[in-house]
């Protein structure tokens, strides 16, 4: 058998093994073998991926087709071209260590010495619903502070912050200039007390179109959710609301020794 005959033999099997069992659109069914050798860390973060002749060749699929499936994986945060270098596995921007010490984010991205910026997109003060008004153990109809806050590094939003502030734990709260000052800092100052804990969860969401916008990610681009109350060292409840981190661009790192 000759080299040629052989390489198209071995083209074609790839081929099959890789797309003909699957059923969608072909660009759908390449994105997924691509996909699926980041997920299994074949081809690892920061290292590029074969180029779209490459592809093309492997798979037995005319360019036009794997172009198509690249573009979605970089709309979708798993990939990123570089123009004259190539296609690369996404590097997270921002890494946010989970530990047994409370830290802000700011806190967190502070000592990881991640230059970031923070905006105000939304503040406002405003009464507090039936649920608020229950996480906050404040009065229904209370005023309490919302504050929507986007964090940014490289120039692009690594995380979106929707706040719901306890105005009656921490007066004057209102005033601080949160663009300059974490949160956690404005309220042990307008509060006189120390931050105590937090409770979060996490879960996998959809980003949707408002939050899609914040972070300058498609709708429907997976993201990172943590819901959370913040106490004081009272207990008292002073920060209920949720963070938003897109998934290609934030990871969440854990040190954890077995007793």
């Known amino acids: 058998m000759s080299t040629g005959t052989a390489e198209a033999s071995e083209t074609e099997l790839i081929a099959e093994s890789a797309l003909a069992d699957d059923e969608g659109p072909l660009y759908a069914r390449i994105a997924d073998y691509v996909r699926e050798r980041v997920y299994s860390k074949e081809w690892g973060v920061g290292e590029p991926i074969p180029s779209e002749n490459d592809l093309r060749d492997m798979l037995g699929v005319a360019r036009g087709t794997v172009q198509k499936a690249i573009r979605a994986l970089v709309d979708e945060g798993l990939l990123v071209q570089q123009r004259g270098r190539g296609t690369f596995v996404t590097q997270p921007l921002m890494a946010r260590p989970s530990t ?3 830290l802000s984010f700011a806190e967190s991205m502070d000592a990881q ?3 970031y910026q923070t905006r105000v997109v939304e503040q406002r003060i405003e009464p507090a619903s039936t649920t608020c008004a ?3 153990s404040i009065t229904l109809g209370a005023k309490h502070l919302f504050l929507m806050r986007v964090r940014t590094l490289d120039n692009r ?3 979106l912050i929707e706040s719901h502030l306890n105005l009656d734990a921490c007066p004057g709260l209102q005033n601080a200039d949160f663009e300059n000052e974490g949160v956690f800092a404005a309220v042990e100052r307008s509060s006189g007390q120390a931050v105590g804990r937090c409770e979060m969860s996490y879960s996998a969401r959809v980003a949707g179109r408002s939050r899609g916008r914040w972070l300058e990610c498609d709708e429907h681009a997976p ?3 943590i819901d ?3 106490r004081l060292d009272d207990g008292t409840p002073f920060e209920w609301g949720s963070v938003w981190l897109p998934a290609n661009r ?3 790192l854990s040190d954890t020794v077995r007793a």
Do not use: E, F, K, S
Request: include cysteine; aromatic fraction near 0%; charge should be positive.
């Open 134 to 136: 229950r996480a906050l």
């Open 113 to 115: 010495d991640l230059p």
């Open 100 to 102: 047994t010490r409370l």
């Open 223 to 225: 993201v990172l959710n």
């Open 157 to 159: 939003p690594v995380m």
């Open 250 to 252: 934030c990871v969440i």
């Open 228 to 230: 959370q109350l913040v």
